[in-house]
């Protein structure tokens, strides 16, 4: 707890971070951003538009659940949903940042999971009403570690997958992109104000599909790394 601890009316509650690769050092998570419908053949199973323009979701810093860890089954859904996603993970921000500068921002990348209950999703589309019950639960965000730019660059091709119990699922690749990172990180900076520690969850290839308990999702994008995670029961 912080010296300034005793500022507050109850204990602040703990940071929000992520792993890093290779190190016991944690990246601060501030919020997490994810793009929705960012490959053009998610766009195609889901029936949208696919000449849409990007647009944003939030999830709660405190979704995150760590590589190897346990999502337990969320309540109110029978229909909860993968869908893999590369994780962007920021070291500064601003406003209207245009893409060339785009990638000066960025820390390091990593790969995430956007969990969805997708029958509380569509439901909420359905009426016009936000998303956050199908997308915002708790242990939404699984992230693995995260790896510096100093180490990969900036990847924008290479194989992204998901399997469950050992079958490919999801499989395409980041060059596939409709929205690249640094256009993505500009259209995102042009409707607020991007700072250090946000992440950015890039959008996720075909093949999504429900997840039950005991489910093992292993997932891996080339350059980048891997996520595992254990689908439990849900809570008591």
């Known amino acids: ?27 601060p998570v501030r919020r997490i951003w994810c793009v929705g419908r960012n490959y053009i053949e998610h766009i195609r199973e889901m029936g949208q538009d696919e000449r849409a323009p990007p647009f944003f ?4 810093a405190d979704a995150i659940v760590h ?31 245009k893409p060339e500068k785009a990638n000066d921002c960025v820390w390091g990348y990593g790969v995430g999971i956007d ?29 693995g570690a995260l790896v510096p730019t100093s180490e990969i ?11 469950v119990n050992g079958a490919v699922k999801q499989e ?5 992109m409709i929205w690249n990172v640094p256009e993505t990180i500009w259209k995102l900076s042009e409707m607020v104000e991007l700072a250090a520690g946000d992440i950015i969850m890039t959008g996720t290839p075909a093949g999504v599909g429900a997840l039950v308990p005991g489910d093992k999702v292993e997932c891996e ?16």
């Open 1 to 27: 707890m912080s010296a300034d601890a005793s500022k507050y009316v109850i204990a602040p509650p703990p940071q929000a971070a992520i792993r890093v690769k290779g190190s016991d050092k944690l990246f």
């Open 57 to 60: 979701f939030a999830k709660p």
């Open 67 to 97: 590589d190897g860890g346990v999502v337990p089954y969320p309540p109110l859904t029978k229909d909860m949903h993968h869908e893999v996603e590369m994780v962007v993970a920021l070291k500064s921000g601003g406003s209207d940042i």
């Open 115 to 143: 969990l969805t209950r997708r029958d509380l999703q569509i439901a909420s589309r359905e009426i016009k009403r936000p998303w956050e019950i199908g997308k915002a639960f708790d242990a939404s965000a699984p992230c």
């Open 153 to 163: 660059g900036h990847p924008a091709k290479g194989r992204i997958a998901l399997k």
């Open 172 to 176: 395409g690749d980041l060059n596939q």
């Open 221 to 236: 994008i080339e350059g980048v790394g891997t996520l595992t995670v254990t689908i439990g029961k849900p809570k008591a």
